[in-house]
């Protein structure tokens, strides 16, 4: 850490160190008061060290040589453009110490330099803390966590989900990485989510020099990149109809079997107008041909044929059915989840000639279907593959 308090009770920093200004030892902690040691290296930076770590209620010491550098990084980035941020401030009202602290536009923000992999529930829990004191966490996670296995496929860590942010313009989303060795922040914008460990993505990177406190705090504008992945996705649906599926070990599994049994037939034979790339669809961690068979089979097929419904109504019988039998993902920071992917799926939906928009609202238009055997299930697979990549 690079705040200790001198035996007067004052702050001294070293992230930017200033010899002239040295108090002697002892310093101690600002959170547990616990005696701590300045290490000045050559190679290191400054910074302080508890004697006793274990002690201490709020620190992951020893802290690397990345996080340091990291804080120290975005502190200059945030000075440059006129802000006046604190360093590892402590807020006694939470028993949280944010590695960076501002206030912009009357906002205050609490920057989380995340570089090690940390749970949900804790990054879930820290959020709400600083929500609870007005505060906007920012979660910037290290660029190390980036890990990309081919071109606009990455794996996305079950915790960096939690940082995920809304553009205010668009509802496009993204989470915020950072490189302080190159100086760049890196923002994914997630496209459509594979599997539980891969997703297909945009990832734009902006040097800091070139970066504003409103791109960084409202996402910067950007365009959507080339979709090169239609093939794995056809692929992928191929298995979840004729291979052994990860669903078989989740917790949804009881609840759509049951389903696909009450229409006699099983889940490989999921309608072909399930299981499709949609917009938000990050808000699942239920595999997507199971949550739109869901919607599908025990949501719009109790509408009648040709008769209008309100969106509002789905996405509310819809709700009760996704607390009782689905999973999803905690993302703090998007306002409307359920009502993006619904639409999102909506639009698949129309594309595939199943619904279409009227007057009042929504109407159906073509019964549901299930394959007879795997065969047929593929076959319209492939044909709607078409209306939703090419269309
Ligand atoms: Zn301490």
Known sequence: MFVALTQNQQRLSLVIPDPSVNPSPPYYCPVCRQEVMMKQGTKRRWHFAHLQ?????????????????????????????????????????????????????????????????????????????????????????????????????FSIHAFEWSGLRERYTDGHRAITYFSPSTSTFFFLFPRAVFTSTITFADLYALQTADTSMSMLLQLPATKAGRIIWQNQWLHKKKQWRYERNDWRSQTDRYYTRHLFASYQSDIPFFPGEAGWPVRGMEYFETPPHLWQSALLLDVLA???????????????????????????????FITTPLETITAGYFNALQKMGSIRQTKTGWMRIKPIHLPRSLDEGFHMDKKWHQSIFYS
Request: aromatic share 12%; net charge negative.
């Open 53 to 153: 770590s274990n002690l201490c209620t709020d620190t992951s010491e020893p802290e690397t040589e990345e996080h340091l550098t990291g804080k120290a990084e975005l502190y200059k980035w945030l000075l440059s453009k006129g802000v006046v941020p604190m360093i590892e401030r402590f807020l006694p009202s939470i028993q949280r110490r944010a590695d960076l602290f501002f206030t912009y536009q009357g906002q205050d923000y609490a920057i989380e330099f995340q570089c090690a992999s940390i749970s949900t529930e804790e990054t879930i829990t820290r959020t709400q803390d600083y929500l609870s004191e007005n505060i906007i966490p920012l979660w910037i996670y290290s660029s190390n966590r980036i890990r990309s296995s081919a071109p606009s496929r």
């Open 302 to 332: 109790t509408l009648p044929l040709y008769h209008s419904f309100s969106f509002q109504t789905v996405v509310e019988v819809f709700s009760f059915v996704i607390t009782s039998h689905l999973k999803t993902r905690s993302l703090p």
